[in-house]
């Protein structure tokens, strides 16, 4: 199987993105190589270290690594300012100083945490992503984006901080549960629509092999969303204009998310978030129905959700679109697509327009 090597262009601060079934196995003695910390503590939630812990400290260990674990309760609603704290007067405890390094080894949740972490820590320790869902793996783990929810909004609280590698292991996909799949998905489409027609297409022809995880379609598929995302975080690392349109879906459907108490999860969310995106750039003359309607089906043909729960309380909905981090001045940016392949930055949308889209059953 090939293995794929990329590259996040950032000057001083650019990190290699390592792709390969089966990568797990050789992290140690690459990141022996590398020097980037004296010792390690990996980060994961307890489901992951259960599956894949003893495996990827055996790597760690056989290389010479002073390596240790902590773990944390599974899920998003232990990415918050509480478990922080507690992971933070762990470190302590062990005796973790600046030239420790940690190991965000996990989904998104892991990744966001265990990188606010290092951010934090000691005003900045280094740390490395191993991502183990398809959502980590084409998005989460690339960028820097760091952060924790608090009870006002998503990601409200965070720093923009750098790994120093990202190893990404395609073996490990075929343990995740279906319903994370298919919310790793829904990122992978949000590519093809902001930023690529062709891949989008490859993604509508190789939607049985993308659900089946044939391991060629699943590495190409995943190479591409890295290669995008790294080009994009390379030219705008802090969002302060190109790299919004990664959050194509995620004003709406991080509110979503979040009205939900967070039983919704990431992914689905935002499936729900990109057709009332669609349907915004709609309403707006922006894009054409049928345009907006076949990337809705390719939504709804991957098994993802494509409307706000029935009895979701739209007002609260409308009051985390509002408290959205990516707002500026109390004006709540959208982006919307002028065809596949295209996107626009707005913050022109009226009240009756968002209303419009939150009702529509």
């Not at 599956?51 to 899920?75: D, K, S």
């Amino acid at each position: 199987m090939s293995e794929y090597t990329l590259t996040v262009g950032l000057g001083e601060r650019s990190y290699p993105i390592f792709i390969k079934d089966g990568i797990m196995e050789t992290i140690g003695a690459d990141l022996a190589k590398r020097n980037i910390a004296s010792r390690y503590v990996v980060i994961s939630d307890e489901y992951v270290a259960k599956l894949y812990g003893t495996t990827l400290m055996a790597t760690l260990e056989q290389a010479g690594i002073t390596v240790e674990m902590l773990t944390f309760p599974r899920g998003e609603a232990s990415k918050n300012l509480q478990v922080f704290a507690e992971l933070s007067s762990k470190l302590a405890q062990m005796g973790v100083d600046r030239s420790s390094g940690l190991i965000a080894f996990g989904g998104g949740v892991t990744g966001d945490l265990v990188g606010f972490l290092a951010a934090t820590y000691m005003r900045g320790i280094p740390f490395v992503q191993i991502p183990t869902t398809l959502l980590a793996q084409v998005d989460s783990s690339v960028g820097g984006k760091t952060g924790v929810d608090i009870p006002e909004g998503k990601n409200l609280v965070g720093a923009f901080y750098q790994p120093k590698v990202v190893y990404i292991d395609t073996a490990v996909l075929t343990t995740l549960p279906v319903e994370e799949l298919l919310g790793g998905v829904a990122e992978v489409i949000k590519y093809g629509v902001i930023r690529d027609y062709q891949f989008y297409c490859f993604l509508e022809k190789n939607l049985d092999a993308i659900l089946a995880l044939n391991p060629v379609v699943i590495q190409e598929m995943i190479r591409t969303c890295c290669k995008i995302k790294a080009e994009v975080v390379a030219e705008d690392e802090r969002e302060a204009d190109l790299r919004r349109i990664l959050n194509f879906g995620h004003t709406i459907g991080h509110a979503v998310e979040a009205a939900s108490d967070f039983s919704l999860i990431h992914g689905h969310a935002v499936a729900i978030g990109m057709v009332a995106a669609l349907r915004l750039a709609v309403s707006s003359g922006l894009c054409k129905r049928k345009e907006a309607g076949r990337v809705a089906t390719l939504i709804h043909s991957f098994g993802l959700p494509t409307e706000i729960p029935e009895g979701m309380d739209r007002e609260r909905i409308k009051s985390y679109i509002k408290t959205d981090k990516k707002s500026i001045a109390g004006s709540v940016f959208y982006i919307l697509p002028t065809t596949i392949g295209e996107v626009i930055i707005t913050n022109e949308l009226t009240e009756e327009q968002i209303d419009a889209v939150l009702q529509k059953k």
